[in-house]
């Protein structure tokens, strides 16, 4: 039961009109006879017949307009019956799906950025990559091969003078780069770099040049950046460390396990960080961010440096755990086996420098974090008692490093208070 | 008028006033069965020939139903009105013999044995097709069958031609090269460049030009300036010519196998100007082909000059063959064109990686000078 | 071993396949009795006759279509342009036929053809008779382009060329034809698609193909000797099939490309091999991609002025400064 289609009739036709009917309705056709005239992008042609019967129906009225492949007409050979016809025009094979090609995931704090991100973050002068790439988004005349060497090495080209042509700066300017060039980290919102103050030979003295290693190099700029863009503010107190030290006598007595002052002070600080949570949070341009959880950064000495790995949901931690997990970050940040992802996701930092004799000291906040606490050495010390006797007490000294975009002083304060609270009751840390 | 043999064309009377010039050769009506090219043919060749005729028309015939439907590309140049050049043609082949033809191919391809199968795969852009879907309707190719193209650039074909008599030659063989072209081609430059190296490097080539009076959509008289023939051009660079009918077979055969043999066995180049009609346009997207032609010549043609129902006729009357034969290899041949197409159609289409395949023989054969280097620029 | 010309050396190329293989044959204007137009084919109508050696008419549709014909039946014809500029009446021929028979044909018919010809500016013969084009041939998949500097270079591509079972363009330079060079006798082979390194260099990469080879090797010494500058020369031999990796190797080392190319600048040779430095030695490059071409305007007859339009070595001297 042949039906009669719109026809091709030219190389660029995609459609036709039906002028006219050549054939009626019970009309019998041969094999080329003339069923009707067409109109094509090209012109009027004569539409032939490729079946023979009759002419038994008619879809298209004169002047209808068709897609190529619609039916026109139906015609059925001598004893041939209409069954169900196709109404409308037959639909055009549908295009395969195309799948975009996958992008090649650029990574950002570990997660990949989308193209689409990527340019978002090159067009606001933020080169979509915090840490990694020191020259990401800076807007310098460099050369591909300059800016290679510059990014493997940690060389920040927006402080280097070009010697190419045009002041390019070319692989030699990086090559050639003072030492100090490469611990700069420019700043957000294009202000211009601060440049750097770099050593000049000293008559007569011998030196070693040892040369950044890549932790270095992280460490120079990232603090760099702090100390430059964030406004500090410093808050200390001193707490009594008697009930401490009696609490992990017991402790360590009840449970046969060890635990150290630091763990007590780790417990501590994310307790208290529940408890006041507006330092445990983050400045993110136009917004401030408080986290739901604690996530403490640890700062742990390291050959050459130091690392801030991250003890996660540390409030929810009994000591004892906090005590393993410091334990075991602090063995692996020396055998140099933590994981990217370990560092990553601090809401609020500890550095501990009390083994080392040090009894006070301010710490550099570790953004985009805004709290950090430095915690002093137990040191005895004449205090006044409670009978206002001068007596020996055992005191600690605790400093916030706020930043001042986030934490105002007051609620700096309230929060010191709660720590001071956890540390001078300790057992409060059991519960 | 161009149209120097028997046919009646046509309203340009000073054209006519010039056909009748003195220069016209007098065609006299020999009776070209009796020709030796003819005289001897058995019933069964006679018969074959039919079935070749119709074969090639039933093959267009199914291949302008699809391309109607939108279904297949390109262009679609119909060969239908002419089939009896191509097949008479094919008939006088000796095995040495070579032929090259421009964009109306498809008849030339059936003629010297291409399947239909692979043929309306190509028409379709299939993998199985003769070109694996590469060349389409002008690019038919069976170098196995001396089949040189399938071509289409006009007159492109011609020097290509030229150099098919030259490889014959330069090797010794005993055969010529026929080389097709339309009447549009003879304006082409490079035509009469090659009518003069023929001449001067005496090479075996019969250019055979199928007359259908139009150039695209531009009649003879408007596009040749000439003076009784398009072949008689050939005059000036001292080639012999002639002209034929090409809807009588046997006239045909008997025209083109002399000057086939004279090539082979001379070495002399020869312009055969053949005669013959085409139903439809220059292409099927030629919109006026019943406009810069009257419907009633192009019926006076179907109905008195029909190559296929002239050969039919012959052999009913010489009685080789009955009507119900007629019909049973009619019959066969819609049914093997039918079938062709649902092979086109079931076809697959060609893989992507073969958009690198076919380009250079080295590539693909992964000589040591296909691997140095790069030859494709693509990602 | 022996000092000939390039001119010999391409004719001694010739007789060698001549003589090996009854298939090749020459073919072009005068290249005959009247022994050649640049007589790089003097003696070899002497020695192999009329059937091998073979005089046509003015007509280079013709010729040309007649080679790919022949080629087609296995033919291996080497065909003369007295110009490559008069290849342009014979486009059709090369681009749609050689080009692209075997494609269309699915891979049945190959067309083993070597057209050949100098192709080159600088001898005040005025527009028509200076194209070089062997940018919009190799712009055609299906054709390979050659064009040798030298007389080592020239006899064992062109062997190559004629032994290959593609067409081959192979584009000579009638400044060059009296060259002198070391040349081996007998048959030696250089692969298509093979460039070299003419010289050694730390500095900057130039990059060229045919006569502006030997500019850049000029230029290299006198950035050396005045400027302390060590220039690397690739000689790419052969534009399609393209030796990138030798290119990239030495922009790699040099992280300087300095592209010379007698070719006009838009779309030339050096535009593509630009897009491949752009693309895969982008963060070798210490310095832009610069190019020295010939000058953008049709050939100029008068003698100083065209002098001026092609690339010589104070140019590339000059742009090589211009990178540092």
Known sequence: ?431 | ?379 | MPLITYRQALNDAFAEELARDENVFLMGEEVAQYNGAYKVTEGLWEKFGSKRVIDTPISEAAFLGMGVGAAMMGLRPVVELMFWSFAYVGFDQIINNAGCIRYMSGGLINVPMVVRGPANGGTNVGATHSHTPENFLANTPGLKVVCPATPYDAKGLMISSIRDNDTVCFMENTLLYGDLGEVPDGAYTIPLGVAEVKREGIDVSLIAHGRAVLTCLAAAEILASEHGIEAEVVDLRSIRPLDEETILNSVAKTHRAVLVDENKPFCGVSSQIAALLAEHAFDDLDAPVLRVTALDAPAIYSMPLEKLQLPDAQAVVAKVLSSF
């Open chain 1, 1 to 431: 039961m042949p039906e009669i289609t719109m026809p091709k009739l030219s190389d660029t036709m995609t459609e036709g009109t039906l002028l006219r009917w050549r054939k009626q309705k019970g009309d019998k056709v041969e094999v080329g006879d003339i069923l009707a005239e067409v109109e094509t992008d090209k012109a009027t042609m004569e539409m032939e017949s490729f079946e023979e019967g009759t002419l038994a129906d008619i879809f298209v009225p004169e002047g209808g307009k068709v897609v190529v492949g619609a039916p026109l007409a139906l015609v059925l050979k001598e004893g041939e019956k209409a069954g169900e016809r196709s109404t409308g025009p037959k639909s055009a094979p549908a295009a395969p799906a195309v799948e975009a090609p996958a992008s090649r995931p650029s990574v950002s704090n570990g997660r990949p950025l989308t193209p689409r991100a990527r340019a978002a973050a090159l067009r606001s002068g933020n080169g979509g990559g915090a840490g990694g790439n020191v020259n990401a988004g800076v807007r310098v005349k460099a050369s591909p091969l300059a800016r290679k060497i510059a990014d493997a090495r940690g060389v920040r080209l927006a402080g280097l003078q070009g010697t190419g042509p045009g002041g390019r700066i070319i692989a030699f300017d990086v090559e050639n780069a003072p030492a100090g060039a490469s611990s700069v980290s420019a700043p957000a919102g294009g202000s211009s770099p601060v440049a750097a103050i770099l050593p000049t030979p000293i008559a007569g003295m011998s030196e070693t040049r040892v040369p950044l290693s890549g932790m270095r190099r992280v460490i120079a700029e990232r603090l760099l950046a702090s100390k430059t863009q964030i406004p500090h503010f410093y808050l200390s107190i001193e707490i009594d460390a008697a009930p401490m030290m009696a609490f992990r006598k017991e402790y360590i007595e009840a449970s046969g396990g060890k635990i150290t002052f630091n763990d007590i002070a780790l417990s501590a600080v994310a307790r208290a960080a529940m408890q006041k949570p507006k330092v445990n949070a983050a400045f993110a341009g136009d917004a401030i961010i408080q986290y739901g959880s604690v996530n403490l950064s640890v700062a742990i000495a390291v050959e050459d440096g130091l690392v801030t790995p991250v003890i996660r949901d540390a409030q929810k931690l009994s000591l004892k755990e906090i005590s393993a997990a410091v334990k075991d970050l602090a063995l692996r940040a020396r055998d140099k086996k933590l994981k990217p992802e370990e560092y990553a996701g601090g809401t609020i930092t500890v550095s501990n420098l009390g083994s080392y004799g040090i009894e006070q000291f301010c710490a550099i906040v570790n953004p985009p974090q805004a709290a950090i606490l430095a915690v002093g050495a137990i040191v005895k010390k004449p205090v006044v008692n409670s009978r206002d006797e001068i007596e020996i007490g055992h005191r600690m000294s605790i400093t916030l490093s706020g930043d001042h975009r986030v934490v105002d002083g007051a609620v700096a304060a309230e929060y010191m208070g709660a720590l001071r609270k956890l540390l001078e009751s300790p057992a409060l840390l059991l519960l």
């Open chain 2, 1 to 379: 008028m161009a149209r120097t043999l028997s046919q009646p064309l046509k309203s340009n009377k000073t054209t006519v006033k010039k056909a009748v010039g003195s220069a016209v050769p007098k065609v006299s009506a020999p009776d070209f069965s009796k020709s030796p090219f003819n005289v001897s043919l058995k019933p069964e060749e006679k018969i074959a020939f039919l079935r070749e005729m119709l074969r090639i028309r039933r093959f267009e015939q199914q291949a302008l139903k699809y391309y109607n439907q939108g279904i297949m590309g390109g262009f679609l140049h119909l060969y239908i009105g002419q089939e009896s050049v191509a097949v008479g043609t094919a008939s006088l082949m000796n095995g040495h013999d070579e032929i090259i033809t421009a964009y109306r191919d498809h008849g030339h391809a059936l003629a010297v044995g291409m399947g239909m199968n692979e043929c309306m795969a190509e028409l379709f852009g299939k993998g199985t097709g003769c070109s694996k879907g590469k060349g389409g309707s002008m690019h038919f190719f069976a170098p196995d069958k001396h089949y040189w193209g399938g071509h289409g650039i006009v007159a492109g074909q011609t020097p290509l031609g030229l150099g098919l008599a030259f490889a014959i030659k330069y090797k010794g063989i005993k055969g010529c090269a026929v080389a097709f072209l339309g009447d549009g081609a003879v304006n082409q430059g490079v035509f009469s460049e090659c009518l003069n190296m023929a001449a001067l490097m005496e090479l075996p080539v019969v250019f055979v030009i199928e007359n259908n009076g139009y150039s695209m959509g531009t009649s003879l008289e408007r596009s040749s300036a000439i003076r009784h023939s398009l072949a008689s051009r050939a005059e000036g660079f001292d080639v012999d010519w002639s002209l034929c009918s090409g809807f009588d077979l046997y006239e045909l055969r008997a025209s083109l196998g002399d000057v086939m043999d004279k090539a082979r066995t001379q070495c002399r180049p020869h312009v055969l100007e053949v005669s013959t009609y085409r139903y439809y346009g220059h292409s099927v997207a030629d919109a006026n082909a019943k406009k810069y032609r009257s419907p009633e010549e192009i019926e006076l043609y179907k109905t008195e000059h029909d190559p296929i129902t002239l050969w039919q006729n012959q052999l009913l009357a010489e009685k080789v063959i009955t009507q119900e034969e007629v019909d049973k290899i009619d019959a066969e041949a819609k049914a093997e064109a039918a079938s062709a197409a649902e092979f086109g159609i079931n076809s697959p289409w060609p893989s992507e990686e073969s958009i690198f395949e076919d380009i250079y023989h080295e590539v693909d054969h992964q000589t040591e000078s296909g691997r140095t280097g790069r030859h494709f620029f693509s990602e």
